[in-house]
């Protein structure tokens, strides 16, 4: 979507358009990386348990407000989430 900022200036939204949207097996990769367990994950975005559990069973989704807390504990511990063309979302560490 176009819009014309502040300045003046022409400028495209891209609100999300690098930015894989977290899945269950998105969630459980990036766990993986981090030997994390649901519980490790809950502590550090703080969640409850139950709603990784859930989201994780595909038992529902997830607010998008709880998937930025999910994605902000992970990336606050060197998870990056990429996507790849031809491929689709993934995730890996950072270079330390």
Known sequence: MAYIDQYGQHRTMVQ???M???SP???RAARGLLDWT???LA???EVSRSTI???EGHRHDI???TSAQLRRAFE???VVFVTIDDVGPGVCLKSR
Do not use: K
Request: hydrophobic share 35%; with cysteine; glycine share 4%.
């Open 25 to 27: 097996e998105l969630c």
């Open 76 to 78: 606050e511990n060197a």
């Open 43 to 45: 502590e550090a975005a």
């Open 63 to 65: 607010h998008r407000a």
């Open 53 to 55: 559990r859930d989201f």
């Open 16 to 18: 999300g358009q690098n």
């Open 38 to 40: 649901q519980s490790d």
């Open 20 to 22: 894989p949207i977290l």
